[in-house]
């Protein structure tokens, strides 16, 4: 495992450095929620981004409802992204006709919290 570790580590310092990367963001279920390996991979992660000069962020669904209020589902959430990037809407209508409902939530979950982030950055 640590050897496992160790390419993960190899390739996130990679793309850092590749896409210039200066914030990450973790939605996470409450820190409650969370298990202790959980917890040490996430700081082990954490550690990695900060040595490289990110600065971390952490999420959960109460702070998407706090600065989006007209997502109180996952429905409206989706619904925000698509009105606020219109470019996802196709996304959306592909989602609605899918067999497979919401294979896509978590996409616009990370468009949120990016838009969220983007709004809140200096």
Do not use: W
């Amino acid at each position: 495992r640590a050897a496992e570790a160790g390419k993960q580590a190899a390739a996130i310092a990679h793309y850092v450095r590749q896409y210039r990367i200066v914030m990450v963001v973790v939605k996470l279920p409450p820190l409650t929620h969370l298990t202790e390996k959980l917890k040490e991979i996430l700081k082990t992660f954490v550690s990695l981004f900060e040595y490289h000069g990110c600065m971390v962020q952490y999420k959960d669904d109460g702070a998407i409802k706090r600065h989006i209020p007209s997502a109180r589902n996952k429905e409206g959430l989706i619904g925000f992204v698509c009105e606020t990037y219109t470019v996802l809407s196709p996304v959306r209508a592909r989602e609605i006709n899918s067999r497979q409902k919401r294979y896509h939530s978590k996409m616009f979950e990370a468009v949120a919290v990016a838009h969220i982030c983007s709004q809140n950055s200096p």
